[in-house]
């Protein structure tokens, strides 16, 4: 079937405006990917799953300007002993980064594969994200298997002594960012990658995660202050038998961010617990979209989402479990809750299940709100000042999706940064 002229249009003024990188051993998944984009096209706002955010800035062929922050607060994970891989405006920058020396795990540029015919990336380089095309077609995660150029390939054998982090900085304020990740975690191993910064003025990142039999891997990311920040990025996950991967991502501010989880479940007894927690103030638009399939017995999976809103901002969460034929024993729980601080902000959710297996345990609620005035004059009554508690009241709300991070450190960092962005009321 043909593409609409308008989606046709888009398509192919965007994929003019990108050289397909040619050479090493993912030539055939780069190929199989933009065909899955001449296929589909790019989104559009006619496109169910993009009905609460306008695609257009992810789609045309030019980044939009964001300036570059002058912030002077230090980075969020620089208190934890971890490896440091730098990015700038989607580029390694090998000389900011620490040597990816750490025992257990290992380390390749995707940039360098293009001069080598074999590497253990080729199983799962476009393979997870070419899965997670359907039912729902993910054309800018097609585009990124196409075309990214750079990004790290990280195979965990055993469990390493630190996290890795993965830091992005923006340098100009036209860049326009595609970085691709691939993460093996072999059975038995256990993993934590932290992940943090601005990136570019466009970013569009996609990570495949392969989770073996046994195998954990911890995700912990903050997308920063900066308010013209404009990302769109892909998390693909396939988890083993009794395999765990929990994802945490805390956004603050950002003119548009739409953050995509896909998660599968092929071996039994396994757990996939995804959560955010976003604060944004004016001109902010904040999408969560999620897709969890249960092909497997005795699964347990937990999307938590929270979001305070303020100032004519803007939330939107998107949230399915299908549970497949002979799932059987699915725990499936989904939460998705808005606080809006004034009104003139808005929350727009699309909570859904889809079973088909009879004996299963799943539930899904979604709730938007004003301020607890109960709460609110309880504390007020004893000398609590209204901001204060306000603040307090916030953070409570909050809490749910805080406490999926396991460690309990990052988790106080977490809390530390939304109370700082609380202060600054901006």
């Avoid at 609409?4 to 199989?32: F, I, M, N, Y």
């Amino acid at each position: 079937m043909a593409l609409p002229e308008v989606k046709q249009k888009t398509t192919e003024a965007r994929l003019a405006s990108l050289t397909l990188p040619e050479g090493g051993c993912l030539d055939a998944a780069r190929h199989a990917a933009l065909s899955r984009v001449e296929v589909t096209g790019l989104p559009d706002r006619r496109d169910e799953y993009w009905k609460y955010t306008r695609p257009d800035l992810f789609t045309q062929a030019t980044a939009p300007v964001a300036v570059v922050s002058d912030r002077s607060e230090s980075a969020i994970f620089d208190e934890f002993d971890r490896i440091k891989l730098v990015f700038v405006d989607g580029v390694f920058d090998p000389d900011a980064s620490d040597a990816a020396v750490l025992e257990g795990v290992d380390v390749t540029r995707l940039a360098d594969l293009k001069s080598r015919d074999d590497h253990w990336s080729k199983e799962i380089y476009g393979v997870l994200e070419a899965r997670g095309q359907s039912p729902v077609a993910r054309p800018l995660a097609a585009l990124n298997t196409a075309f990214a150029t750079d990004g790290v390939l990280i195979h965990v054998t055993s469990t390493p002594t630190k996290p890795i982090h993965i830091v992005y900085k923006q340098s100009s304020e036209s860049s326009d960012a595609i970085l691709h990740h691939v993460v093996r975690i072999d059975s038995g191993a256990q993993a934590t990658i932290l992940e943090d910064g601005p990136a570019a003025a466009r970013f569009n990142t996609v990570l495949e995660a392969d989770i073996a039999d046994g195998g954990q891997l911890h995700m912990v990311r903050t997308q920063g202050r900066e308010h013209e920040r404009h990302a769109v990025t892909h998390i693909f996950s396939r988890l083993g038998k009794e395999s765990v991967f929990k994802s945490f991502t805390l956004t603050v501010n950002g003119s548009l961010t739409r953050n995509e989880a896909i998660i599968e479940f092929t071996g039994d007894d396994a757990v996939a617990h995804v959560a955010g927690a976003s604060v944004g103030d004016g001109a902010f638009h904040h999408d969560d979209t999620v897709f969890v399939t249960h092909d497997a017995v005795n699964c347990e999976s937990r999307q938590v989402y929270k979001k305070v809103l303020r100032n004519g901002a803007t939330g939107v969460f998107q949230g399915k479990i299908l549970v497949k034929a002979g799932a059987q024993k699915t725990d499936g729980y989904q939460i998705s809750q808005s606080l809006l601080l004034d009104d003139d902000s808005q929350f727009l959710a699309k909570p859904e299940l889809e079973i088909y297996a009879d004996d299963v345990a799943c539930s899904h609620g979604s709730t938007s709100g004003a301020i607890d005035e109960e709460g609110l004059f309880y504390l007020r009554s004893r000398g609590v000042p209204v901001e204060e508690a306000t603040d307090l009241l916030t953070l409570a709300f909050l809490a749910e999706a805080v406490e999926e991070i396991e460690d309990e450190d990052i988790a106080a960092t977490m809390v530390d940064r939304l109370h700082g962005w609380l202060a600054r009321r901006g």
